[in-house]
């Protein structure tokens, strides 16, 4: 079920209704807990059986490696949680990309191999509900937390549906607490909701779906483009993706909010950071933060005993967080160019410490624009279907044989325009978000604000049901 569909238009209301008259907590939970299970079958409902296989799992995994105390017991008890889940992923996402490169290798070296690739679906959400529920079982495993004993809220926090299919990837310690409040209707916070609810779906229908005509024109057919289109593409594409995904992260967080949940913020002004290590604090924070947690520091982090090795965490993390989001050689290369430029950064201020303090507006700028082109460079190769495509590009960038734009100048226009505004309501939420600034506006210049975006939704907004980019990840 989309969240821009007329489904979850009658679907979240409903739920929200009944959720409000049911007395108890406890069938409140019963209630968001279908509800969700509902809400991903909707899509294809057999590929459940994947999501209660991995609740399943990590619920009676995690009470008992709570209750083991031998190191190597409760050692074998966590790489069975992370078989059984790393395995679904694998078979589902990763199998194809492993079986067809192994056999391009082993058919070079004229070696017999027989391709088992199989046309099974990549199930919605399935990397993100895997990375939850495994964050869950390691934290369990070391201790931090407690095991849950109701299977029901431990289900829950696996499939909570405002932020089941695209995260952000919540925590144990932070979002299954909040199962055991009863959240009374506050009128200030359902429309403080609605009013993010309604912002999400600016960005995405009116913002990235109106960059996407372009960028899906030209990614169809690269070679038919040049220099200008293309530029001006790669800077739509970094627009949408940015507006799509936070506009996703948005409803989730607005839509939990009614309910009287409270979901992490997942983006923080990503293309105002100075650096590229300020970036990746910023941009999809739960999905950085975790890689941050369960991969980078247990490699050894920045705390490793050479620079070298240093620079290997890196590195490693970075090109499996390209591996996270797709199995192709284009994800890899947009996750190791991320780790190259994390590294020179990195060689660059430990050779000249002074940078990191200067304090001077022209030089943040700079900093901000240099960061900016080579995040949106990068992004080729992670919007590209393949590796080929982005080379493509690429090269078709660096082809001055025509630089005019053959786009609809009117349309180029109107994307430029919504691109100033996204980047006025960021200048806006550097020091309050865009929901409580509005708020606090005079009433005729809070509803006049409503009213034209409204009309802008009705007049701009593609209402296509197309879906939100990370839905394939």
């Not at 950085?288 to 991969?295: I, P």
């Not at 992670?382 to 078709?396: G, Q």
């Not at 001055?400 to 100033?420: R, W």
């Not at 980047?423 to 509005?438: G, N, P």
């Given at each position: ?23 108890k ?10 509800g ?12 459940i ?89 390691i ?29 952000p ?22 429309t ?35 220099t ?20 996703y ?5 607005g839509?939990a ?32 933060t ?62 000249f410490?002074?940078l ?13 624009l ?11 190769f ?21 630089i ?21 309501v ?24 409503y ?23």
């Amino acid at each position: 079920m989309l969240f821009n569909s007329i489904e979850y238009i009658i679907f979240f209301p409903l739920v929200a209704l009944i959720y409000f008259l049911l007395p108890k907590v406890k069938h409140r939970q019963i209630l968001l807990l279908f509800g969700s299970w509902f809400f991903y079958a909707a899509w294809k409902p057999e590929y459940i059986i994947l999501l209660l296989i991995s609740t399943f799992v990590d619920y009676v995994v995690a009470r008992k490696i709570y209750k083991t105390e031998k190191v190597s017991k409760r050692k074998l008890l966590l790489v069975l949680s992370i078989g059984v889940n790393l395995g679904i992923l694998f078979s589902f996402k990763y199998f194809n990309f492993v079986d067809n490169n192994l056999y391009r290798i082993l058919n070079y070296y004229n070696l017999s191999y027989s391709s088992f690739t199989n046309d099974l679906l990549l199930p919605v959400g399935i990397s993100f509900y895997t990375f939850q529920t495994l964050s869950y079982t390691i934290d369990v495993y070391r201790k931090k937390i407690s095991p849950e004993k109701q299977f029901i809220k431990f289900a829950l926090f696996v499939s909570f549906f405002p932020q089941l299919v695209a995260g952000p990837i919540e925590r144990a310690g932070h979002l299954l607490p909040q199962f055991n409040i009863k959240h009374k209707f506050n009128y200030e916070r359902v429309t403080s909701g609605l009013k993010l609810v309604f912002w999400g779906f600016f960005q995405k229908v009116v913002i990235a779906d109106s960059m996407a005509r372009f960028v899906e024109a030209v990614y169809s057919k690269p070679g038919g483009y040049h220099t200008m289109d293309l530029l001006l593409v790669t800077f739509f594409f970094g627009i949408q993706i940015l507006s799509d995904f936070s506009g996703y992260t948005d409803i989730a967080r607005g839509s939990a909010k009614i309910l009287g949940y409270d979901i992490r913020i997942n983006f923080n002004l990503p293309y105002f950071a100075q650096s590229f290590a300020d970036f990746w604090r910023r941009w999809h924070i739960s999905l950085s933060t975790w890689f941050r947690d369960y991969v980078f520091i247990p490699l050894g982090g920045s705390r490793s005993s050479t620079k070298y090795r240093i620079y290997f965490n890196i590195m490693f993390t970075f090109v499996l967080s390209g591996f996270w989001h797709g199995a192709g050689w284009n994800f890899l290369t947009w996750g190791a160019l991320h780790g190259l430029y994390y590294i020179i950064e990195n060689i660059i201020l430990n050779k000249f410490p002074s940078l990191k303090v200067i304090d001077n507006k022209f030089v943040k700028l700079f900093k901000i624009l240099f960061v900016f082109l080579l995040v949106n460079f990068a992004w080729i190769f992670f919007r590209s279907p393949s590796i080929t495509i982005a080379f493509t590009v690429i090269d078709r960038i660096f082809d001055f044989s025509f630089i005019g734009i053959t786009f609809d100048k009117q349309s180029v226009l109107l994307n430029f325009l919504l691109s100033v505004f996204l980047f006025s309501v960021h200048l806006i939420e550097r020091k309050k978000d865009i929901v409580t600034y509005v708020s606090l506006q005079p009433l005729l210049i809070r509803w006049g604000i409503y009213y034209v975006m409204a009309f802008a939704l009705i007049t701009l907004g593609n209402f296509g049901l197309t879906e939100f980019i990370y839905f394939q990840f």
